[in-house]
């Protein structure tokens, strides 16, 4: 079973930052947080990831709190092509398999 | 390109079928995966390999082999091919114990069995 719990489905007008929360509250201290998406028909993309600290690229910003137990992806200016399906994953960085659970169905709206 | 590609793109086949799907990554990563995508969109974990040996099967019919002749190809082969086991079957790659390196997935294998 997926070690996170994201929202099923988030609505965010275009333009905007869209907010993406997860709840990981059995996250193991050397567990890192990864964030993917899945465009519809495609493979899933990496985004971002981050074991403690907050991250930001070029796609998006990960805040992760203090205790490690829930963080948020950040989209800072949402737009369409953002359409997917977000997962939020706890990965060990071996050669383990990563679990995907459900994810977020994230919808732009124009 | 660097990428991980898979062919082909799409397999339509009848019941009782062999076929095989491909997957090469030319990214210098040591372990490769395949993940099942059903209709109800669940991505599974099918197989991993790290460096041609094999590392995770999960609980897939032994009518599915995978086969890695080095470790920038990864191979899918189904014996006898159901109905149930159409869907996506996606490749993936990464490079492990090194932090900063998420997994790459190919664009994916539309399998329909008919």
């Known amino acids: 079973d997926a070690k996170t719990t994201q929202p099923p489905s988030m609505d965010c007008a275009e333009g905007r930052a869209a907010n993406l929360p997860c709840n990981h509250s059995?996250?193991?201290?050397?567990?890192?947080v990864y964030w993917y998406r899945q465009i519809h028909s495609q493979g899933p993309q990496y985004i971002i990831h981050?074991?403690?600290n907050n991250e930001t690229n070029e796609m998006a910003s990960l805040i992760i709190t203090e205790d490690r137990k829930s963080s948020t992806l950040i989209l800072p200016h949402a737009t369409l092509r953002d359409t997917a399906v977000y997962y939020c994953?706890?990965?060990?960085?071996?050669?383990?398999?990563?679990?995907f659970g459900k994810g977020t169905r994230l919808h732009i709206l124009p | 390109d660097t990428a991980v590609s898979q062919t082909p793109k799409y397999l339509v086949t009848q019941m009782g079928n062999d076929k095989s799907i491909k997957c090469e990554q030319n990214?210098?990563?040591?372990?490769m995966y395949w993940y099942k995508q059903d209709s109800k969109k669940f991505l599974k974990i099918m197989f991993s390999?790290?460096?041609?040996?094999?590392?995770i099967n999960e609980t897939v019919p032994n009518r599915f082999s995978p086969k890695s002749p080095d470790k920038a190809h990864l191979n899918l082969h189904i014996n006898s091919l159901e109905l149930g086991d159409s869907a996506v079957y996606f490749c993936?790659?990464?490079?492990?114990?090194?932090?900063?390196?998420?997994?790459?997935f190919g664009s994916g294998t539309r399998l329909t069995v008919v």
């Open positions: 990214l210098g990563h040591d372990t």
């Open positions: 994953i706890v990965d060990m960085n071996r050669d383990d398999k990563i679990i």
């Open positions: 981050g074991l403690k």
């Open positions: 059995t996250i193991s201290g050397n567990e890192y």
């Open positions: 390999y790290n460096n041609k040996e094999l590392i």
């Open positions: 993936a790659s990464r490079l492990t114990r090194a932090s900063g390196y998420g997994y790459t």
